[in-house]
Nanobody
Framework: QVQLVESGGGLVQAGDSLRLSCAAS????????MAWFRRVPGKEREFVAA????????YYEDTVKGRFTISRDNSKKTVYLQMDSLKPEDTAMYYC?????????????????WGQGTQVTVSS
């Protein structure tokens, strides 16, 4: 069982940076693929980024490539999302997700564990 708690969201201006954190409980965290998704009201949950259990492999949605960086520290049971050059269209609730074994990393349905979300608002 893994419990996830996100933090680090807030209100920023376009061009600013934020770093989201997702703290996990559970001794098997190091075995889990971790991902970030986001959702705006009225839309489906959208894949943002994912990282393998070792951190060696990362995956990004096209619109965030080059601006966002996902990383993890297994000793701290934490996964991060560094968001640079933020745009108003990045405004959303951001969720952390985890799963033991994932092939379709961008599909939210394959993840069993979710946090409650942290709001990111980017003003123009």
């Amino acid at each position: 069982q893994v419990q996830l708690v996100e933090s680090g969201g807030g209100l920023v201006q376009a061009g600013d940076s934020l770093r989201l954190s997702c703290a996990a409980s559970g001794r098997l965290f190091r075995n889990y693929v971790m991902a970030w998704f986001r959702r705006v009201p009225g839309k489906e949950r959208e894949f943002v980024a994912a990282i393998s259990w070792s951190g060696d492999s990362t995956y990004y949605e096209d619109t965030v490539k080059g601006r966002f960086t996902i990383s993890r520290d297994n000793s701290k049971k934490t996964v991060y999302l560094q968001m640079d050059s933020l745009k108003p269209e990045d405004t959303a609730m951001y969720y952390c997700a985890g799963e033991r074994s994932v092939i379709a990393y961008s599909n939210p349905r394959v993840y069993s564990y979710w946090g409650q979300g942290t709001q990111v608002t980017v003003s123009s």
